[in-house]
């Protein structure tokens, strides 16, 4: 059953998600299908030009149609995210269940890398990474998936700790069900209003980890176009050309506001449900 | 002027859940009209959903979200509650009214002593002196029965046992000295000899104090010792009223006759027949010098318990709390290491347990967990035979194959404990071990699980271990019991001489506590 109020909360959460989120997806589709102009062409003669007819969004310092590479941007955007979170989630889920769910010395081991990992600042690690294997946008992404997986690791094995003394589990292990199908089939569907919002959070600050390494130069390299990318490469011409900062920037927040939006969506229709 | 003064009147009180959707809904609550006189102990009974709690919550002023009075008014001494500010009507809990609820697990922040859980209660009703205020909660913990109130004072919660930590509960709503006392099933995760304790405290205090209480329960047992006056509960509304004399010997509608019915699970009314046993075979599961322990503890929780079970027996294993009853099917079930040998002839063994809502997974549907079984054994099947095998494994608890796509907090207790019962029985083991499958349940409910437990064992010849705290079932149903007391048997032996000549001090003591409990003519 569900209440009124938080079922209309939840539903306003998600519509507001959907519609910031929509934007960005649509600029994803568009850079796939209708890009006006080629992202990565520049042109002499049409330097920094304002917001016009023919540049929907203005030119840049090397004369590229900035609507072009905010389309082109936002794939990579979304690209980077949803992998670094699928790495994560992966090696989170990979590393949180069992060592939840069997505590003890697996436990130990398994929490000691996770918390290793977690006493550093997570973007330092993922620029030393970065650093030392070479400024690539894969880099970026195995390297943030790493940071960001002992965070779903600690999701997990808290809600395994949790789960395995309930009856259902303990059923389970009567009925001789193996550990591992315990873990994944009767446990992990349940951590869902947990792992969730969780993930979706997580591609928001996935996306803004990234927009800094890239404005570091240590992300998206040139010439490819990242939102953080764009915001770095215009630092000279805040005042001068102020469209090359806005739409950059809007996208961005369209993205983080939409993702967290939809987490507490997620998050409140969850909560609002109850299983008794 | 009226013979009684009521100090709460309930006036044709109707409470419904409107949503967006659907703003007129079927009342949960239906003109309501009861008062409670000063000093009485009213207690309201009837199965779950019947909107026994609803009314309690709606006195005390503690109603879920979403919940809405639509109609009628509660005046507590001539103050109408349902037009109060909500500032005021705060004050009135804990000073006026106290509310004692069902689960004393939760009731009490973990983090907290003993002390420190009441002294808060005294704190936050503007008790300044802390001297002042220590003396009060030691003299209430001393009041509550507590032979010692400093150690008690300086205890964790977790340090307690569910009968202590009632106690405390008892303790903390007294402090303040109500006039209204609402206790929402005190003693229904509590076992006999507990429940006695607790009853026997509440009693002692509602005297001592003057305090009028009002006593939910679906256990009519404990109605039938505490109470004044009885109200039956059904659908929202009052079906019946009377004192409890009366309404137990003489109950006017037929109802409230159902419900005492099932209350005694007379095995005649319910037609229950068990199979006959045969001792001369060998026996499904034998059990020799089992031992075991928590991790965490350094002495034994099981200390030498040895058993057997016979094919086509019911088993009744019976003990007062903390005994080690269900380490002790643990360790049958295979779910914790222990010494000593146990050797089953069936390689699957059912298992039923307590609690219907933590028994089923919540995120999978029926069908799913009809088919684990399955699965977990490495059972191959066509689609058609899976569907087969899991609409029989459902009509055999009386189910309907339409549940099959169901989710379990869209089921009943009830039936959340047939879908526990049907997931054992489609493996057909030759043994069920079911630990306490009655006890959350209310009286209608367990009847009806008592009786398809009673007719699988008749049909199938499913052997059971039955552990309960009831010793009533036990007597109607189990052919031969044992007795446990701190970690090993104590007793065993034929039911019908365990029962009437215990030899052993806990049979005694769990044998008593019933007669206080059910009466003398109830164990006939």
């Known amino acids: 059953m569900q209440s009124k109020a938080s079922s209309f909360r939840a539903r306003t959460f998600f519509i507001t998600g959907a519609v910031f989120l929509g934007i960005v997806l649509l600029a994803f589709v568009m ?30 310092n090397f004369g590229r149609d900035v609507f072009s590479r905010i389309l082109d941007a936002s794939k990579y955007t979304i690209f980077i995210s949803i992998a670094g979170v699928a790495i994560a989630l992966f090696l989170g889920v990979l590393s949180g269940l069992p060592a939840g769910y069997f505590g003890g010395f697996p436990d130990r081991v398994i929490m000691l890398f996770n918390n290793s990992i977690m006493c550093f600042p997570g973007i330092l690690l993922a620029l030393v990474a970065v650093a030392v294997f070479g400024p690539s946008m894969f880099n970026v992404v195995w390297a943030l998936g790493l940071v960001f997986a002992p965070t779903f690791a600690r999701v997990c094995r808290a809600g395994a700790m949790e789960l395995k003394t309930r009856d259902f589990i303990m059923h389970a292990k009567v009925m001789r069900v193996k550990p591992v199908r315990i873990m994944y089939s009767h446990i992990l569907p349940n951590l869902m209003p947990q792992l969730l919002p969780a993930t979706v959070i997580g591609l928001a600050n996935m996306t803004l980890f990234e927009s800094g390494m890239s404005y570091l130069g240590l992300g998206v390299q040139p010439p490819d176009a990242s939102f953080g990318k764009m915001l ?3 630092k000279a011409y805040v005042l001068t050309a102020p469209w090359l900062v806005i739409f950059p920037s809007l996208m961005l927040i369209f993205y983080i506001l939409g993702l967290y939006f939809l987490s507490e969506g997620i998050r409140v229709s969850y909560s609002g449900r109850s299983d008794s | 002027m ?20 659907d703003p007129n809904p079927e009342p949960v609550l239906k003109d309501i009209d009861f008062g409670i006189r000063d000093g009485e102990i009213l207690g309201l009974i009837g199965n ?7 009314t309690a919550m709606a006195i005390a002023g503690l109603l879920p979200e979403g919940a809405v009075i639509t109609e009628g008014s509660i005046k507590f001494a001539g103050e109408d509650l349902t037009a109060m500010k909500p500032r005021r009507r705060r004050q009135m809990l804990g000073s006026n009214i106290g509310v004692i609820f069902q689960e004393p697990s939760t ?32 003299e209430m913990l001393g009041t509550c029965g507590f032979a010692d109130p400093e150690e008690i004072y300086s205890r964790y919660p977790h340090q307690l046992s569910g009968g202590q930590r009632q106690r405390v509960l008892i303790a903390g709503a007294a402090l303040l000295e109500p006039r209204l006392l609402i206790c929402d099933e005190p003693t229904s995760s509590l076992d006999t000899v507990t429940t006695i304790q607790i009853l026997n405290l509440l009693k002692e205090i509602c005297h001592k104090m003057h305090m009028t209480v009002l006593f939910i329960s679906h256990d009519l047992s404990a109605v039938r010792n505490f109470c004044d006056r009885v109200m039956v509960m059904r659908g929202g509304e009052i079906v ?25 699970l007379d095995t005649r009314m319910l037609g229950l027949e068990r199979a006959t046993v045969d001792y001369s075979a060998s026996p499904v599961l034998v059990a020799r010098d089992i031992t075991a322990r928590y991790d965490n503890s350094s002495s034994n929780v099981l200390k030498g318990a040895s058993l057997e079970i016979y094919p086509r027996e019911m088993l009744g294993l019976i003990g007062s709390s903390g005994c080690g009853k269900t380490t002790l099917v643990k360790t049958l079930l295979g779910l914790m290491p222990h010494g000593g040998s146990i050797t089953c002839s069936d390689k699957q063994t059912g298992a039923v347990f307590q609690d219907p809502v933590s028994c089923l997974n919540p995120a999978h549907t029926i069908e799913w967990h009809l088919l684990e079984p399955l699965r977990a054994a490495g059972i191959k099947l066509t689609k058609e035979e899976r569907r087969k095998r899991v609409a029989s494994a459902l009509q055999d608890v009386g189910m309907s194959p339409e549940y099959l796509s169901r989710k379990p907090r869209q089921l009943s207790g009830g039936q959340r404990q047939r879908i526990a019962i049907a997931m054992s029985l489609i493996l057909e083991p030759s043994l069920i071990v079911a630990d306490e499958p009655f006890s959350s349940l209310d009286s209608s409910s367990a009847s009806e699980i008592l009786k398809l437990l009673t007719d699988i064992n008749r049909e199938r010849g499913t052997s059971f271990l039955l552990i309960t705290h009831n010793i009533h079932i036990v007597r109607q149903i189990c052919p031969r019991v044992i007795v446990m007391d701190k970690g090993s048997v104590c007793e065993e032996g034929l039911t019908s001489e365990v029962l009437s000549d215990p030899k052993s001090d806990a049979a005694r003591k769990l044998l008593h506590a019933e007669s206080v409990l059910h009466g003398e003519n109830y164990s006939e």
């Open chain 1, 232 to 234: 770095a490469d215009c």
């Open chain 2, 240 to 264: 019946d009223r009377d004192t409890t004399q009366e309404m137990l010997l003489h109950p006017r509608s037929g109802y409230t006759a159902e419900l005492l019915t099932n209350a005694r």
């Open chain 2, 107 to 138: 009731a009490l922040d973990p983090l907290m002593k003993i002390g420190t859980n009441l002294d808060e209660i005294l704190l936050t009703h503007g008790m300044k002196d802390k001297a002042e205020r220590r003396k009060r909660v030691l």
């Open chain 1, 31 to 60: 850079s796939l299908i209708c890009s006006p102009y080629d992202p990565n062409a520049t042109s002499a003669r049409e330097i920094l030009l304002p917001p016009s007819g023919a540049h929907l969004f203005g030119t840049d």
């Open chain 2, 2 to 21: 009226p013979r009684h003064t009521h100090i709460v009147k309930v006036h044709h009180l109707s409470l419904a859940f409107p949503t967006r959707h």
């Open chain 2, 48 to 54: 779950s959903g019947s909107g026994k709690t609803m």
